[in-house]
């Protein structure tokens, strides 16, 4: 039966710390980068994106995180194929606890300028993540949130026909020493149906 898996990325060792930012960027190890050839992917191929890591948050100010799925030719990549909404933290005080980051990104469309555009899903699990409002964190399940939490819709288009850099964002409400990411696993797998 024709079809395959392939693991295109993994990140070797716990990335860097980050915090007392606001634009988002870059979150995962520069080795982490996956370079993608022109032309490489086809209609119908996903991509499945792993991201586990800890967080950081102060209890004042709620943050709230924005993560994102960046591609382009360029290093660093400047194209969001892929966001979640702006995710808000719990009114309780967390040191780097575990959440994880779940996509997968169908490709809708390929080719040149901005005609090609994936179709993505994303969950994201973690204590420190509420259903809504400014609530304390929850004392018998941990939260699974929908990213984005809307009907699903294309992302931003690139060019497939190019050779792109697949980068993992990061953007933070409120620049504080105590809001921060550190990402711990990170992976990027190819799905298609095609032969390998």
């Not at 870059?26 to 993608?36: D, E, L, R």
């Not at 699974?144 to 809307?150: E, L, Q």
């Not at 294309?154 to 980068?167: C, E, K, M, P, W």
Request: hydrophobic share 40%.
């Amino acid at each position: 039966m024709p079809g395959y898996v392939q693991n295109l990325k993994t990140q070797h060792q716990a990335g860097a710390l980050f915090s007392t930012y606001t634009t988002a960027k870059s979150v995962i190890n520069p080795q982490a980068q996956t370079v993608i050839p022109g032309g490489y992917l086809q209609v119908g191929d996903m991509l499945h994106i792993w991201v586990s890591g800890g967080l950081s948050n102060v209890v004042t100010a709620q943050p709230t995180f924005t993560f994102s799925v960046v591609m382009g030719p360029a290093d660093p990549p400047t194209i969001a194929v892929h966001s979640s909404q702006a995710l808000i933290v719990t009114t309780t005080a967390h040191t780097l606890i575990p959440f994880a980051y779940e996509v997968w990104m169908r490709l809708d469309s390929e080719g040149s300028g901005t005609s090609a555009k994936f179709l993505s899903q994303a969950f994201v699990r973690g204590i420190m993540f509420p259903i809504s409002g400014a609530v304390g964190d929850p004392t018998a399940s941990i939260g699974t949130v929908a990213a984005p939490a809307t009907a699903p819709a294309v992302g931003t288009g690139f060019d497939s026909r190019i050779t792109n850099i697949l980068d993992f964002f990061c953007g933070i409400s409120v620049s504080n020493a105590g809001n921060g990411i550190q990402i711990y696993q990170y992976s990027v797998d190819l799905h298609s149906e095609r032969t390998p």
